[in-house]
């Protein structure tokens, strides 16, 4: 397989204006001399497609698009010029040879080594930065999430007792869950682990250790709710967020005097313009209100103040 570098000179140097390099049957890049410095690669899929994939001048290439998802095109691209186009976070990245990175820019220019010919615009260096430092943070948080779950379930073993050394699939017979910390029952990856705490503890009191904010309150029939986000730890979810935000009514059982938590969906504007649809009404609360929250826990689109009995 020849280079960019090669094509270029083939085309420019010599009596001639079209080549193809096949990718595989139905993909090929195309080749074409503009002038006696420039040659054009378009890509074919089926079909040639009319703008220019890059351009190849004397000492660099310019890219003008992101090319298709073939891997093909990717791997190719890659090799003819030593740097690399991936994704991170959704957004397009182009990794240099040097080491370096980059947004992908419509009109970025690349030496045929693979190096970056700066200036770059600035909007793109920044948003390079926002993006490298996102994912930076996002990998530290799963790095925490790792050691922490990788903790507690040390912990979990070193509470539990087991009938007999085989313990791949085997419940634990008993487990002291006095020498586990309440904040384990988010680190721990096994549900059925997890209900030895959640079952110890009680779930209104392993809520009520954790940072909320009070939505909204309201009175309904001489009882007060209040409407709360709750900052849960050690999200499961793999994507390096530490937290996640999770919704709850809380009220006050008027007999006992005991604070009652019960969890109804996070609230989305999106998914509430849409409550025409039994799926969007199933994952948000229609407002972030009191009412709101009852009324999806009643399957209500409107909450209904039951009659007091008298």
Request: positive net charge; charged residues 30%.
């Amino acid at each position: 397989m020849r280079t960019f570098k090669q094509y270029h000179n083939e085309l420019t140097r010599k009596k001639k204006y079209v080549a193809e390099e096949t990718i595989f049957n139905t993909l090929s890049l195309i080749f074409v001399k503009v002038n006696r410095s420039k040659v054009n690669v378009y890509e074919l899929a089926g079909q040639l497609r009319s703008d220019p994939v890059v351009s190849l001048y004397e000492k660099h290439i310019k890219l003008h698009y992101w090319p298709s998802r073939y891997y093909g095109v990717f791997s190719h691209l890659s090799s003819f010029a030593k740097f690399s186009l991936n994704s991170i976070q959704f957004h397009d990245i182009v990794s240099f040879s040097d080491g370096s990175k980059s947004v992908f820019f419509k009109g970025m220019k690349i030496t045929y080594r693979g190096k970056q010919v700066l200036p770059y615009p600035r909007k793109y260096v920044e948003k390079t930065e926002e993006v490298l430092n996102t994912f930076r943070l996002r990998k530290n948080a799963l790095q925490r999430l790792y050691y922490h779950r990788k903790k507690a379930a040390d912990r979990f073993e070193a509470a539990a007792v087991y009938e007999d050394d085989n313990r791949t699939w085997e419940q634990p017979s008993y487990v002291d869950v006095s020498k586990l910390p309440i904040d384990d029952v988010f680190k721990l990856q096994n549900v059925s682990h997890r209900r030895y705490i959640i079952d110890y503890y009680g779930m209104d009191t392993i809520l009520a250790t954790l940072e909320s904010r009070v939505i909204d309150t309201d009175v309904i029939n001489d009882n007060s709710y209040e409407l709360i986000e709750v900052n849960i730890p050690f999200r499961n979810r793999g994507d390096g967020m530490d937290e996640q935000i999770g919704t709850y009514l809380r009220m006050v059982n008027p007999s006992t005097d005991e604070i009652h938590f019960e969890g109804v969906p996070n609230y989305n504007k999106n998914f509430a313009s849409d409550s025409d649809r039994q799926w969007a009404r199933d994952n948000t609360i229609l407002s972030p209100t009191v009412k709101g929250a009852l009324a999806w826990r009643d399957n209500e689109t409107r909450y209904t103040i039951p009659k007091k009995i008298t």
